[in-house]
């Protein structure tokens, strides 16, 4: 890499995590109860606790609070230091896009397509900081994948380490998150079609490391009766059409992805028009390039440091990444009939290859041999990151950094916390929504558990030792969200129903806690119970 490049790259990774920064400035450093969970396991794993998997959900390898524990020993487990972590995945996102787009484009496109990750449509910038099922994760270890693939084939029968390095990146991805796969595919298919000559000599080695990086998902499934695969062959299938789901990705994640939540409405229609057409006409450019060159085998718009093996890869995972989520499954659950959705992230590894694409596309329109050709290519780009900033500064952010399925969440739980400490209440009946961040922020001080969902639902059972704490402390609070100015308490009418003794206060406008004189087994109060709050 020549200096100037390096130097640029860094900037850019600078700028974007300094533009992230302000926003968790001005959300209060806000996470949500899915997060606090990773949290909490990440303090477990500090007191010698091994998991393989996220509890309840043996799909979901549980990278996160691994990587998050050594800060937590270091600095204090806090919000803080979640999004300290959130920031360096940023920065690693940054930095391999421009790597990636460098190596199948050139060094123009490689900067801009790093410019434009800095600055990113909302809905990336929101998602790419959330501790969400290692969705961030599993981008910056795609994006490796890719780049680490092409140099070993670039190199022959000498690539063998960095295809066993590759090899330990997939297991890694294969245990964390089967969102992986996106880029699996697409990397098997390059290796039989251009990688045979390092195959050959390095594929022992390469599966050795797969399995060295998937250890924890072995170890759990031989030690549990293979209950990732129960869990798969135990599924139902779909309960929505094939054209349901395909439409839904076209006029709903598709333009989200490149925009934000519809529920945000932070973009004029006009504007979410111009920024989808600019994206995906990259997108479009990078496969038509490729064939091009195929075909060709050069073209003038292609520098001539660049990997031919790079840019197919890339068209391949373009390509490919709607097909696999179409055959997948994930979009029976994007598809969902209560209109909550945070499965955005499903197909959000496009974001590997989209800010590519548009740097392609500017620096293609700047090289034709016509007037005003690289002032209209500066424009491309200027216009994407012109409609993306403001987009951002726009953001409701106690609404874009709350959780999808949980959206009351107080501003602060201090005034919570507070009232709890002042009258000596360490266990708490409350909504996971809450009592997930309360026990991570109170550094599980006070415990919590949500009565409604581990007993009626039947949600996943997350923290069971939580749970069991609080049903066998003989001193418990029940805390519930409340409307402003609200007069219908159905859990105020469930105790008297019940005839228990309590006593009730309101902790702030939308927070309310009753203290019953005995201790109180939450089914005895179920009518009061439910998801209203």
């Not at 004029?268 to 990078?286: D, E, K, T």
């Not at 016509?370 to 002032?375: D, E, N, Q, R, T």
């Not at 209209?376 to 952010?397: E, F």
């Not at 008297?496 to 309101?506: E, H, K, L, M, S």
Request: net charge neutral; proline share 5%; aromatic share 12%.
């Amino acid at each position: 890499m020549r200096p100037t490049f390096r130097l640029a790259l860094l900037l850019c990774c600078i700028v974007g995590v300094l533009f992230r920064l302000m926003l968790i400035i001005q959300s209060g450093w806000r996470i949500d109860y899915d997060e606090a969970m990773v949290g909490l396991l990440g303090l477990r794993v500090l007191r010698g606790e091994y998991m393989a998997f996220i509890p309840a959900q043996a799909t979901l390898g549980a990278l996160e609070p691994y990587l998050l524990a050594p800060l937590f020993a270091v600095f204090g487990a806090s919000a803080v230091i979640f999004r300290v972590y959130s920031l360096a995945t940023v920065a690693a996102y940054i930095a391999t896009t421009g790597l990636l787009a460098r190596k199948a484009f050139g060094g123009r496109v490689g900067i801009l397509a790093a410019l434009l990750s800095a600055f990113a449509p909302p809905y990336l910038l929101i998602t790419g900081l959330k501790t969400w099922g290692a969705t961030a994760e599993t981008i910056v270890l795609g994006n490796l994948l890719l780049l680490l693939t092409v140099h070993a084939i670039d190199k022959r029968a000498a690539g063998w380490k960095i295809l066993t390095v590759v090899g330990f990146i997939a297991g890694v991805m294969f245990w964390t998150a089967w969102l992986g796969f996106y880029y699996f595919v697409p990397v098997g298919l390059l290796l039989l079609w251009r990688g045979r000559a390092v195959l050959r000599v390095g594929w022992g080695s390469a599966l050795i490391a797969f399995f060295a990086g998937s250890f924890p998902f072995s170890f759990h499934n031989f030690q549990n009766d293979f209950a990732t695969f129960q869990i798969i062959f135990n599924a139902q299938g779909s309960n929505s059409s094939l054209s349901d789901i395909l439409n839904h990705l076209v006029n709903d994640l598709l333009p989200r992805l490149v925009t934000s939540s519809a529920s945000w409405g932070i973009l004029p229609n006009s504007a979410r028009i111009i920024v989808f057409a600019l994206y995906y006409l990259g997108l479009l450019g990078v496969i038509v390039l490729t064939m091009y060159n195929i075909k060709n085998k050069y073209s003038f718009l292609i520098a001539k440091d660049t990997s031919e093996n790079a840019r197919l890869l890339l068209s391949l995972f373009t390509i490919l990444l709607p097909i696999i989520y179409l055959l997948s499954g994930y979009g029976d659950s994007a598809f969902n009939p209560w209109g909550v959705d945070a499965t955005g992230r499903y197909v959000l590894m496009l974001h590997t290859v989209l800010p590519i694409g548009v740097g392609l596309l500017a620096v293609t329109i700047a090289k034709r041999q016509i007037v005003g050709a690289k002032l209209i290519g500066a424009g491309v780009v200027a216009l994407v990151v012109g409609l993306n900033v403001p987009s951002a500064l726009r953001l409701d952010l106690m609404e874009a950094f709350d959780s999808p399925y949980y959206t009351r969440q107080p501003e602060s739980l201090q005034p919570l916390i507070d009232y709890l400490d002042q009258h000596q209440i360490t266990h708490v009946w409350v909504d996971a929504g809450i009592g997930q961040i309360l026990m991570f922020v109170t550094n599980e001080r006070i415990i919590a558990a949500d009565p409604y969902d581990a007993y009626i639902a039947g949600g996943l059972l997350r923290f069971p030792d939580a749970l069991a704490t609080v049903a066998a402390a003989p001193e418990s609070a029940f805390v519930v969200p409340i409307m402003p100015n609200q007069q219908d308490m159905p859990l105020k009418r469930a105790f008297d129903d019940a005839g228990i003794v309590y006593t009730f206060d309101y902790i702030t406008p939308t927070l309310m806690i009753y203290i019953p004189a005995e201790r109180v087994d939450p089914m005895r109060i179920a009518a009061g119970l439910g998801y209203q709050y």
